[in-house]
């Protein structure tokens, strides 16, 4: 393998969100033997360059669930390749939608995130659990102007809520408008651009690099990972993966909390 792309939530990071040792000197290890690195996430360009400063490599991001691709180097300088934006009519659809139904809403881009904040005791953030540089909170009527302003673009909107079955119902009614989500976490649900995801994010990075998809290996855990699993030369799904996730994968590792990417690093992809 000359290149292995890896998810974060659920996948490098553990259950708290953290990037373990162990996780960490495989990667490196991997980085070491020459292969790319690209961190394959639904999350913003400012939580990956964190993940690449602890990492202390460079390689390529597939950021924003395939929206943005970049490549990094070892001193944080980010070289944008490819960019898409959702469109701007069915995105402040979604909003009113999501505001009907009183669950959180962000909208993001290669800047940072404006979000509308509903705080009903059932509030899950992920990477936004403490207050960060790109996060902007916004009130609904705040948002509404944004989302409508010509030269403002987003790359991708997300919907989070600890009730699952509230976002199964808000994702029915999306549906219903012709606004296609996926699962990006098992609280989240977000909405992309057409014809945008990671795999096909893979595979535009791939013949940006000007290499054969058969020679790339992929991680993931959750629905938004399918398309990448199913693209690259071998899909590894995590032991805590959905059960859609492990039925597209060639493989499964050990589960995240238990260094499930080093477990597939080092006792697969680096003994070939």
Avoid at 23 to 50: M, P, Q, Y
Avoid at 111 to 137: H, K
Wanted: glycine letters at 6%.
């Amino acid at each position: 393998m000359k290149l292995i792309a890896i998810d974060l939530d659920g996948t490098l990071l553990d259950t708290n969100h953290q990037l373990s040792d162990k996780n960490k000197a495989a990667v490196r290890r991997a980085h070491d033997a020459g292969i790319i690195i690209v961190i394959a996430t639904g999350r913003s360009l400012f939580s990956v360059k964190e993940i690449f400063a602890d990492l202390a490599i460079d390689g390529y991001m597939i950021a924003l669930n395939g929206s943005f691709i970049a490549k990094i180097d070892k001193r944080q300088q980010v070289t944008k390749l490819f960019r898409e934006r959702v469109d701007r009519k069915k995105l402040i659809q979604a909003f009113e939608i999501a505001m009907e139904h009183q669950i959180t809403f962000i909208a993001t881009n290669e800047l940072g995130s404006d979000r509308v904040l509903i705080e009903d005791g059932n509030e899950l953030v992920q990477e936004f659990l403490v207050n960060r540089p790109d996060l902007r909170n916004r009130q609904i009527n705040e948002m509404a102007s944004l989302l409508s302003e010509r030269f403002n673009e987003y790359l991708k909107a997300a919907f989070t809520n600890k009730d699952r079955e509230r976002l199964i119902e808000l994702r029915s009614n999306l549906q219903e408008k012709g606004i296609d989500t996926i699962f990006s976490d098992t609280y989240y649900i977000e909405f992309l651009p057409y014809g945008v995801n990671k795999g096909t994010a893979l595979g535009r990075l791939c013949e940006y690099i000007q290499l054969p998809l058969s020679e790339t290996a992929a991680f993931g855990d959750q629905e938004n990972d399918i398309e990448m699993l199913q693209m690259s030369g071998v899909g590894l799904a995590m032991g805590n993966a959905q059960p859609n996730v492990k039925a597209a994968a060639d493989r499964i590792t050990m589960d995240n909390d238990h260094n499930g990417v080093a477990d597939g690093i080092l006792n697969f992809l680096l003994k070939e």
